[in-house]
């Protein structure tokens, strides 16, 4: 088995911003390719959100080892078995209190100030316009806040 990644984006004067530290798609975004004969079919891609956290439990369940409890991430075995599978959330987070929750086609952040952006990639992909505002996306918006503040207070799970 291989997997192949690299190291998160770098932001070039993009929303004003000269660096990596953000929690924004274009800084957090990273290459994950995954070869593992018996278990993927080559060539097959999935838009489910993911994370760097999710290796190490894949990497235990493909060794049929039990990972440590107190560790961040979910296996994506489902996913390479079934690319068709649906995933509700990836986690990211930047220093304390500050998370993104990223779903298949959404991001909301959430910073330690309680300030919050929200983009839909569908029609954004650079994050552009922030929704967190706007009346049509508030259930949305209260679920993700939600998921990222249970996300704070217990990453593991």
Known sequence: ?????????WHLGE????CKGALWRNTTRVPF???APGLARAGTISDQPVSLVDVYPTLCEMAN????PHLEGRS?????????LKRDFAFL??????????TENLRYIRYE??????????????????????RDYAAIKKKLASA???FEEHPTN
């Not at 987070?93 to 990223?102: D, E, I, K, L």
């Open 1 to 9: 088995m291989l997997i192949l990644t690299s190291d998160h984006g």
């Open 15 to 18: 929303k004003k911003h000269w």
């Open 33 to 35: 390719i995954v070869v």
């Open 65 to 68: 080892i039990n990972p440590l």
């Open 76 to 84: 994506i075995c489902g996913l390479l078995r079934d690319p068709e």
């Open 93 to 102: 987070s930047y220093g304390p209190r500050n998370t993104a929750v990223q």
């Open 113 to 134: 100030d309680q300030s919050e952006e929200l983009y839909d990639h569908r029609s954004d992909p650079h994050e552009w316009d922030n929704l967190a505002d706007r």
């Open 148 to 150: 990222a503040m249970r």
